[in-house]
């Protein structure tokens, strides 16, 4: 079944620097585009980043530009965000999925912690 | 930017009634690019409607999407226990996706 699981997440202090790993399976990686969306505590969702199939393709929410960088390897079917000079208000639930005009499937999430 | 305002914010109702939920956009979106998710408690959202309109896989038939323009429409036709959740929209245009804030389903 089509699966995406996420790694990585914990607990960094402000400035810090860390990265998300998705792993995916069940389906064809390399013909979807892919998004990471977040979810802060008890708040709504907030979409971060997309990345094309191909990876030549590739926008950020205004909130993490210049800071975070998506990519993949498709031959090893994993979807990445470095996040670099994080704040407190980077904390949140880190969500991976899958693109066809809208998300589906979801990973259960990683959980990042930006606090001193 | 656009920006998808949902209401109410909260709905309070019963199982066996019926639902009906907003989203409101400042601006035209295209139905091929709204669409519908819910989310319970400790876990991850999950694609109910796409297109607007259309439900995705093993979604049941109580759930239904309406709408176009700026004005879209989740309908869940008789609560069932499980459906107590929190339901967002979604668009996306100009390279950018943007949620509603959620509507809150809570059991009365």
């Known amino acids: 079944q089509v699966q995406l699981v996420e790694s990585g997440g914990g607990l960094v202090k402000p400035g810090g620097s860390l990265r998300l790993s998705c792993a995916a399976s069940?389906?064809?990686?390399?013909?979807?585009?892919m998004s990471w969306i977040r979810q802060a505590p008890g708040k709504g969702l907030e979409w971060v980043s997309y990345?094309?199939?191909?990876?030549?393709?590739?926008h950020y929410a205004d909130s993490v530009k210049g800071r975070f960088t998506i990519s993949r390897d498709n031959a090893k079917k994993s979807l990445y965000l470095q996040m670099n000079s994080l704040r407190a208000e980077d904390t949140a639930v880190y969500y991976c999925?899958?693109?066809?005009?809208?998300?589906?499937?979801w990973g259960q999430g990683t959980l990042v912690t930006v606090s001193s | 930017e656009i920006v998808l305002t949902q209401s109410p914010g909260t709905l309070s109702l019963s199982p066996g009634e019926r639902a009906t939920l907003s989203c409101r956009a400042s601006?035209?979106?295209?139905?091929?690019?709204l669409a519908w998710y819910q989310q319970k408690p400790g876990q991850a959202p999950r694609l109910l409607i796409s297109?607007?309109?259309s439900r995705a896989t093993g979604i049941p038939d109580r759930f239904s999407g309406s709408g176009s323009g700026t004005d879209f429409t989740l309908t869940i036709s008789r609560l069932e226990p499980e459906d107590f959740a929190v339901y967002y929209c979604?668009?996306?245009?100009?390279?950018?996706?943007?949620f509603g804030q959620g509507t809150k389903l809570e059991i009365k």
């Open positions: 990345i094309s199939s191909s990876g030549t393709t590739i």
């Open positions: 979604q668009q996306f245009v100009s390279s950018r996706y943007t």
């Open positions: 601006q035209t979106v295209s139905s091929t690019y």
């Open positions: 297109g607007a309109s």
């Open positions: 069940g389906f064809s990686f390399s013909d979807y585009y």
């Open positions: 999925a899958r693109e066809v005009n809208c998300f589906d499937p």
